[in-house]
């Protein structure tokens, strides 16, 4: 009988699990220490592993020796390459592998599809990556009903324009409070039921906190809590996936964001909803059994965004000629991620349903703020009149994406960069598809009342009453989900 296998056993196969596909979420691991089913994974890939170790000890020595001389002539080919064909030193090609080794993973591969047969509940369907989520898994022919409650954040044209295109598309379109919990519990529990829930709906944007906290804990504790609650009374509950964000990281210093990293230190009130979202999944999966997945985004953008977001309302505020904030001087980096990799990679956590995980899907690459604006100035062929500000409040620094444990789980290979992703959005914008009142129209454009005792609250009130210019609250803010 095989004996039993461990955390160590994990990292000393690992040439051979990576070559088992059942076997790549066997490594799992937080500080150096076993997470609590890394145990079980390991023992599921125990035949192409272990055992083959064991009763074949020269086979596995072989295994394991072969794709090291492969990876290691892979490297030399690639730097003979750079050295014959560019004229570069020996050593600049070294470096510039090297350099190219940090930016992330390959981006070659298949996209993951969900098997036939399955159906998905997307909350927030009629989002931003809600809609995009939908047509997707439409296309790949999996049953799909979107939910929407068609909150007035921001414009419900836009809402209702990509509710509109679903509906062309054949999905079936539910408008629903995600706080109605019994509701939930009908829609969930009606023929043919559902395989999969993915829950992406909530209340966005981390500087419409410091106004409308209570939207906040509504939305995004109160109506996560409903959904928790909903799966817990079925029979048989079908595996959560759930948005997260990266925000969640607050005052974190160290880049790239690792899944491991502590995340008790929020900035912001929308941070602390999805860590606590995080928490409650936790404890459902302890409690009831669950099998729940946190995505933590990494400021995603594209057509059909949301017009909170800088991306979207800097490019309007330019093509009208009106001055554009920059806050931080330029200086803020963010990990900018595509609509088509963030979907990519929902779809993988849902073909996985993994038993309880958290992901980070971002680019795996930063850009500045002054580089972003640069190459939407030139997509727009318009140069944007700039205003340099500081920092906002709730903002950080920097976002970066550490997606390793995505990329070995679930196969996540983000593969846009920000100039091929702006390019498509500014086509969109362009486009007969895009409406005015799509950027124009909604809560976060109201201005800001004054109000709040509290001096920390008055004074950041003050600030986004000085800076929103125009009656636009976010139209200058580089959001981190």
């Known amino acids: 009988m095989a004996r039993p296998i461990s955390c ?13 596909p059942a076997a790549r979420d066997a490594r799992t691991r937080a500080n150096g220490v076993c997470t609590r089913d890394s145990t079980r ?4 890939t125990r035949v192409h592993a272990v055992r083959t170790c064991e009763a074949e000890p020269a086979r596995c ?3 394991s020796s072969t794709l090291a001389v492969k990876l290691l002539a892979a490297l030399l080919v690639l730097i003979a390459t750079s050295v014959l064909t560019s004229g570069t030193s020996f050593a600049a090609a070294i470096e510039a592998v090297q350099v190219a080794s940090t930016r992330g993973p390959a981006v070659t591969g298949p996209r993951k599809v969900l098997r036939p047969g399955v159906s998905v509940l997307v909350t927030g369907g009629a989002g931003f990556v809600g809609y995009h989520l939908s047509m997707r898994l ?3 022919g999996v049953r799909v009903v979107a939910l929407d409650n068609f909150d007035p954040y921001y414009s419900t044209a836009l809402k209702r324009a990509r509710a509109a295109r679903l509906q062309q598309e054949g999905i079936e379109l539910v408008e629903m409070d995600m706080c109605d919990e019994d509701g939930l519990v009908q829609l969930l529990e009606r023929p043919p039921g559902f395989t999969h829930v993915a829950s992406l709906a909530a209340q966005a944007g981390v500087r419409y906190s410091l106004v409308r906290p209570q939207a906040y804990a509504r939305a995004n504790v109160q109506c996560f809590l409903s959904v928790l609650e909903a799966l817990r009374r079925l029979p048989t509950p079908p595996p959560l996936i759930y948005a997260s964000s990266s925000s969640v990281y607050g005052a974190n210093t160290k880049i790239p964001f690792s899944e491991n990293d502590r995340t008790d230190s929020p900035n912001s009130l929308y941070a602390a909803t999805k860590k606590t979202n995080e928490q409650l999944a936790h404890v459902y999966h302890g409690l009831y059994g669950l099998r729940v997945t946190g995505l933590r985004f990494f400021t995603v953008y594209g057509p059909w965004g949301r017009p909170d977001m800088a991306y979207f309302s800097f490019a309007h505020r330019i093509v009208q000629g009106k001055p554009i904030q920059v806050y931080g001087h330029g200086t803020p980096q963010r990990d900018f991620t595509y609509i088509d990799d963030v979907v990519d990679g929902i779809v993988g956590a849902l073909v996985l349903s993994a038993e309880e995980e958290i992901f980070n899907l971002g680019n795996h690459r930063t850009e500045t703020l002054g580089r972003f604006i640069s190459v939407l100035e030139s997509e727009l062929g ?4 700039k ?16 997606v390793q444990r995505a990329t070995e789980m679930i196969g996540y290979k983000p593969r846009i960069s920000i100039d091929e992703g702006l390019h498509r959005f500014v086509q969109w914008y362009r486009s007969s598809d895009f409406k005015t009142e799509y950027a124009e129209i909604g809560e976060w454009t109201r201005p800001v009342l004054k109000g709040g005792a509290a001096s920390a ?4 009130l003050e600030f986004l009453r000085d800076s929103r210019s125009n009656s636009s609250l976010h139209e200058y803010v580089l959001t981190v989900h």
């Open 138 to 140: 439409h296309r790949d």
């Open 387 to 402: 205003t340099l500000v500081g920092m906002a409040p709730g903002d950080v620094l920097a976002t970066y994406a550490d």
């Open 41 to 44: 994974r390991c023992a599921r």
């Open 382 to 385: 318009i140069k944007a009149n």
């Open 61 to 63: 020595a072989w295994m």
């Open 457 to 460: 609250r008055s004074r950041s």
């Open 8 to 20: 160590a056993d994990c990292d000393t196969n690992l040439p051979i699990l990576l070559s088992v």
